[in-house]
């Protein structure tokens, strides 16, 4: 027996809101493996996933708020400047005046890859918690959107859990990104994994991720297994490559990739998925709102630090009308 379809619910059912850590980014000059020697950093720059894709749905216009902690520090202070300007509701935003903002230190190896060195577990973005204000944003929110890179801070899943009831009662929707850093990933739970997949309206795996989501090693099998077990679209980031929507209804769209040179690919992921999601509240159709969200990827990888790109749809406009794409 066919599950129910659930659709994305319409920007006039609420806000989209998010959860989890908000950090700031401190990255290496330049390419190397690791953090084993002295070497040149460059930042802070506000970040952390959940913020960097609230941010991009404010940008565009969405509504959007966020429930997370930060420190009483520069740290924070940073963070919340920048969310408040673009837009971001951040009264669930909690500031500890015991634990410091958490950090991500980052540096790109010669082969495009990256070694991370967090401190979220022992920040204030460990501290999350179901307070009063995640409550109210909860309750008027239309669409929750959950990243996998914030499922290893326990307080999560309790807020989560609420949050997902209300919009649900709202006649909301769901989304999650199965994006789980391997620095992160012994702190995830496995099981509560599978529910936000199971329970997604909108899945936005990266590469292999899809198939991590659905347990099998081909990609066709993995869109129908998911399918099945209800989600209600899946969309799969390809880099450079670009992108694919699967539908529930057996239908699939293709759309290449922008060429650009990639200064700093860290955030692209939550801007292409904020700007699918956004654009699919606001009434576009998914091959537009696809088209767009390639640009947003793109456009944020040409841009040191990863909230230096987002950009609202007249910037998009502009860098899509000046950028070629892949044949």
Same mark, same amino acid.
């Given at each position: 027996?066919?599950?129910?379809?659930?659709?994305?619910?319409?920007?006039?059912?609420?806000?989209t809101?998010?959860?989890?850590?908000?950090?700031?980014?401190i990255?290496?000059?330049?390419?190397?493996?690791?953090?084993?020697?002295?070497?040149?950093?460059?930042?802070?720059?506000?970040?952390?996933a959940?913020?960097?894709?609230?941010?991009?749905?404010?940008?565009?216009?969405?509504?959007a708020?966020?429930?997370?902690?930060?420190?009483? *520090?520069?740290?924070?202070?940073i963070?919340? #400047?920048? @969310?408040?300007r673009? /837009? +971001? =509701?951040?009264?669930?935003? %909690? &500031?500890?005046?015991?634990?410091?903002?958490?950090?991500?230190?980052?540096?790109?190896?010669?082969?495009?890859?990256?070694?991370?060195?967090?401190?979220?577990?022992?920040?204030?973005?460990?501290?999350?918690?179901?307070?009063?204000?995640?409550r109210?944003?909860?309750?008027?929110?239309?669409?929750?959107?959950?990243m996998?890179?914030?499922?290893?801070?326990?307080g999560?899943?309790?807020?989560?859990?609420y949050?997902a009831?209300?919009?649900?009662?709202?006649?909301?929707?769901?989304s999650?990104?199965?994006?789980?850093?391997?620095?992160?990933?012994?702190?995830a739970d496995?099981a509560?994994?599978s529910?936000l997949?199971?329970d997604? *309206?909108?899945?936005?795996?990266?590469?292999? #991720?899809? @198939?991590?989501?659905? /347990? +099998? =090693?081909?990609?066709?099998? %993995? &869109?129908?297994?998911?399918?099945?077990?209800g989600?209600?679209?899946?969309?799969?980031?390809?880099?450079a490559?670009?992108s694919?929507?699967?539908?529930?209804?057996?239908?699939?769209?293709?759309?290449?990739?922008?060429?650009?040179?990639?200064?700093?690919?860290?955030?692209?992921?939550d801007c292409?998925?904020?700007?699918?999601?956004t654009?699919?509240?606001?009434?576009?159709?998914?091959?537009?709102?696809?088209?767009?969200?390639?640009?947003?990827?793109?456009?944020?990888v040409?841009?040191?630090?990863?909230?230096?790109?987002i950009a609202?749809?007249?910037?998009l406009?502009?860098?899509i009308?000046?950028?070629?794409?892949?044949?």
């Amino acid at each position: 027996m066919s599950l129910p379809r659930r659709e994305i619910a319409a920007e006039s059912a609420g806000p989209t809101i998010a959860a989890g850590e908000i950090l700031v980014e401190i990255m290496a000059t330049d390419r190397g493996m690791g953090f084993l020697e002295p070497q040149a950093l460059i930042g802070p720059y506000p970040s952390g996933a959940p913020a960097i894709f609230i941010d991009q749905v404010a940008r565009l216009g969405g509504g959007a708020g966020i429930i997370g902690c930060v420190g009483r *520090d520069d740290f924070g202070t940073i963070n919340l #400047e920048r @969310l408040r300007r673009d /837009g +971001v =509701d951040v009264s669930a935003v %909690a &500031v500890s005046d015991r634990y410091p903002t958490g950090s991500a230190f980052v540096r790109y190896r010669p082969d495009g890859g990256r070694d991370f060195v967090y401190n979220i577990a022992e920040s204030a973005a460990g501290r999350i918690s179901l307070t009063e204000e995640a409550r109210r944003l909860a309750d008027g929110a239309g669409h929750l959107h959950v990243m996998g890179s914030a499922l290893s801070i326990s307080g999560l899943k309790e807020i989560i859990a609420y949050a997902a009831r209300a919009v649900r009662a709202r006649g909301g929707s769901t989304s999650f990104d199965p994006n789980v850093r391997k620095e992160l990933i012994d702190g995830a739970d496995g099981a509560q994994f599978s529910r936000l997949v199971d329970d997604a *309206d909108l899945l936005l795996p990266s590469g292999d #991720e899809l @198939l991590a989501a659905a /347990g +099998v =090693d081909d990609e066709g099998q %993995a &869109v129908k297994a998911l399918i099945a077990r209800g989600v209600g679209e899946i969309v799969l980031k390809r880099g450079a490559a670009g992108s694919t929507r699967f539908g529930a209804d057996g239908s699939r769209i293709d759309c290449a990739g922008f060429l650009v040179e990639e200064v700093d690919p860290t955030g692209a992921g939550d801007c292409f998925g904020a700007t699918y999601l956004t654009c699919r509240r606001k009434g576009m159709e998914p091959a537009k709102a696809l088209f767009y969200a390639n640009a947003a990827g793109a456009r944020n990888v040409t841009r040191r630090g990863p909230m230096e790109g987002i950009a609202g749809f007249d910037v998009l406009d502009a860098f899509i009308a000046g950028t070629a794409r892949a044949a």
